[in-house]
């Protein structure tokens, strides 16, 4: 079957399916049941974009054909003339707009439209990683901001010369773990520490895992299984921080999962963002395996039990950033350092793309 037909009939298909998914999210019946109205609106948003591409893709066709048509009967060649120059600038626009719905055709990731859990964790380099792994934070801070996206962090081990040991944190807004994904692994910085006397140059190295948040319908946990116990906060925060037995430590007894929050003064509170964590957490052993077998296909990804993989290093030398995954090299490392990460994501989005089209039937 021709390229052009085989897209034509996907798209005719994606079409029904999305006047069925309009007609059922106003049935009451699917209203009433919380979790597939939210499943059924979210598949209707995706294909209503799908289904303007196709219009538009039609369109051009028809226009196409229409041109060709004017070209064999026209006998005035000055009309002849602009049909050439119309036939020419739309047959150009055409393996464009199919290249575009070759990638909006593969089937997109569930995870991709959910909120993210960063941890960040400083690595081989003593004080130095610590410090890097504060700056790495200020990154995703900028960058979330420029997203407006919101951060909430839950988990704070400060470093002894500052920045941090470790620091978790929740990132809520659209589409955040489907960009928020590519930072997973390690990241090394090379230049003159703080705290080096001699001027040398050290390399030093942090490491991110970035996990979906689970959704309260994708993890049912038992009361039963799990253990809580309270402690004073350690934490910034004024007085009361220190002397209320508000953070808490949560124990999931079958996996032996433990997270801890103690960033809020209300127990309560931090209750909530610990179970929020946890749910996070025990569902991530199951996408933790998803992880590892795209991990193994994809160069862009990195599973995030990997965190040996190197994905980045940051040269303040020569003020460049380098992404191992796909030999991408800027030399704009301030402006990346002040969350402009657009570029490096966008590359690498476009890599995982060109890889997804091998591995379907599209090409």
Not at 3 to 13: F, G, I, R
Not at 89 to 98: A, D, F, G, N
Request: charged share 35%; glycine share 6%.
């Amino acid at each position: 079957m021709p390229k052009t037909n085989t897209l034509l009939s996907k798209l005719e298909s994606i079409r029904m399916r999305f006047e069925e998914t309009a007609q059922q999210i106003t049935d009451p019946e699917v209203i009433a049941d919380t979790k597939r109205y939210i499943k059924l609106n979210k598949e209707y948003k995706e294909l209503e974009e799908l289904v303007e591409v196709s219009k538009e893709y039609k369109n051009l066709l028809e226009n196409i054909d229409s041109t060709k048509d004017i070209l064999k009967q026209e006998s005035d060649e000055e009309m002849r003339e602009m049909a050439r120059e119309e036939l020419d600038e739309m047959e150009q626009k055409l393996p464009e707009m199919e290249e575009e719905i070759k990638v909006l055709l593969l089937p997109s990731d569930p995870e991709d439209t959910k909120n993210a859990v960063v941890e960040i964790r400083a690595g081989t380099g003593g004080d130095e990683a610590g410090i890097f792994a504060g700056d790495l934070f200020r990154l995703y801070s900028k960058f979330c901001e420029k997203n407006r996206w919101k951060i909430e962090v839950t988990n704070i081990s400060e470093g002894t010369s500052g920045g941090y040991k470790e620091i978790v944190f929740n990132v809520t807004g659209n589409g955040v773990y489907g960009i928020l994904k590519y930072e997973s692994g390690v990241h090394r910085v090379q230049r003159v520490p703080q705290t080096e006397t001699q001027g040398r140059v050290h390399t030093s190295a942090a490491s991110v895992a970035v996990l979906p948040e689970a959704e309260e319908f994708d993890v049912k946990i038992k009361p039963e299984d799990i253990r809580k116990d309270t402690y004073c906060s350690s934490g910034p925060g004024g007085q009361s921080v220190n002397t209320t037995y508000s953070a808490i430590r949560l124990t999931h007894i079958p996996t032996g999962i433990v997270v801890t929050c103690q960033d809020q003064k209300s127990q309560l509170k931090n209750l909530d963002k610990a179970m929020a964590e946890l749910r996070t957490r025990i569902y991530n052993l199951e996408h933790q395996k998803y992880l590892d077998e795209i991990s193994s296909k994809r160069k862009t990804m990195v599973s995030t039990g990997d965190r040996s993989a190197k994905i980045r290093t940051y040269n303040y030398p020569q003020g460049r950033v380098t992404d191992h995954r796909i030999n991408l090299t800027l030399y704009n490392l301030q402006a990346v350092m002040d969350g402009d990460l657009d570029e490096v994501i966008k590359k690498l989005q476009m890599e995982e793309n060109a890889e997804r089209l091998k591995e379907s039937d599209l090409i």
